[in-house]
């Protein structure tokens, strides 16, 4: 392998993951690359547009998948440095420490983790101090311990999500303040870049204001000498010695052309699915079920966000701009009525009409819940 295709580290990705490694490995001294399937995401007016985000999938990868069936659909993935950290919603929690633990649902007994919430507990504070992140620790009444607390205050509840807070409070409930990696300097509103905008939980920041992996991480860590990054590199295999035990060569696509690069250390932190693919696509007759995979598990057991969101209607204006300031885990565990777990309450970003409208999939019968959703936004766009 030529010296110029050799480093220390490669890191697969620059996402949370792949970012955040880079950010705290820059500084050694040692050679690394950075590969990263996308490009730079674009900054421009398009960042804050609903129609061009949600309806017309401007910036979400252009690939399809199968499904289990055999059937194509379009995920909802982001190709860019920074990874999906470009268009996520900046809440940052950590686990909570029982979640560690063998935890029974009501389909069944998720197993405990081979390690647990003390062993990682070092790394969420270095994390949250890192990524920015706004919020205090103490108040979420199940929250775990914390070492340190958050080197930024809470975000503050604009009017509407205050009144929120407080009623909330009356009934018994327990809020807390969301945590949010944002870089916004409230008491300093000239200094600040985040502008508390409409336009932050699914879409790109304009003013580079989210605590994303590209800004915290990748591109502090491209000012150091040793590390280079290279985009538009898909990675299609990993090649192994004969012994299984060490990975010789990292299989690369750059527009169109076939590469190949090396290195001592090889770091996968393309996601969570595309790392699966890579190491099953990796297989060899060392290792037939690909890569770090002798428990046949890589790739199985796979969860995303299991979630619902509600739309509530009131006879009274929400003003509200930024609105993902609140969240309530007082049903995480289980509640006097349900003994298994419930999960975590957040507030959405603000959403509007393009919004909504990308998420109707009405059906072909003309009275079908979709068709009378679509009816009642065409009446909310008329009224606004």
Known sequence: ?????????????????????AHHIAPSGKRILLLERGG???REKDNWDSRSVFIDNRY?????????????????????????????????????????????HHGGVSPAWPITYDDLEPY???????????????????????SAQYRY????????????HDDLKRMGHRPFPLPLGIRLHEDRREASLCIRCNTCDGYPCLVNAKSDAQI???????????????????????????????????????HGVPEEYSAGIVG?????????ALLLQSANDKHPNGLANSSDTVGRFYMCHNNSA???????????????????????????DWDYPLGHIQMLGKSDLEQLRSGVRPRNNAGSDGQAFSRLLADLGRST
């Not at 101090?129 to 009444?141: F, R, S, T």
């Not at 205050?153 to 929120?164: A, G, M, T």
């Not at 040793?226 to 035990?245: D, M």
């Open 1 to 21: 392998m030529a010296s110029d295709h050799h480093y220390d580290v490669i890191i697969i990705g620059t996402g949370a993951g792949g970012g955040t490694l």
């Open 40 to 42: 730079y995401l674009p």
């Open 60 to 104: 979400k990868a252009a690939c399809t998948w199968e499904d289990k069936e055999g059937k194509t659909f379009h995920p909802g993935i982001h190709y860019y440095v920074g990874g999906n950290t470009k268009v996520y919603g900046a809440a940052l929690l950590r686990f909570r420490k029982e979640d560690f633990g063998a935890i029974r």
């Open 124 to 146: 969420y504070t270095k994390a949250e101090h890192l990524y920015q992140v706004h919020g205090e620790h103490g108040i979420d009444p199940i929250g775990p311990p914390a």
């Open 153 to 164: 205050p809470p975000v503050s509840h604009e009017p509407r999500i205050q009144e929120l």
């Open 216 to 254: 915290t991480c990748v591109d502090p860590a491209l000012t150091y000498p040793t590390v280079t990054l290279l985009t538009h590199a898909y990675v299609s295999r990993l090649e192994v010695s004969p012994s299984g035990r060490e990975i010789t060569k990292v299989r690369v696509t750059r």
């Open 268 to 276: 996968v932190s393309c996601g969570a699915i595309n790392s699966a």
């Open 310 to 336: 509600l739309l509530a209607l009131s006879r009274h204006p929400n003003p509200t701009v930024f609105q993902k300031t609140l969240a309530i885990n007082d049903f995480y565990f289980c509640t006097d």
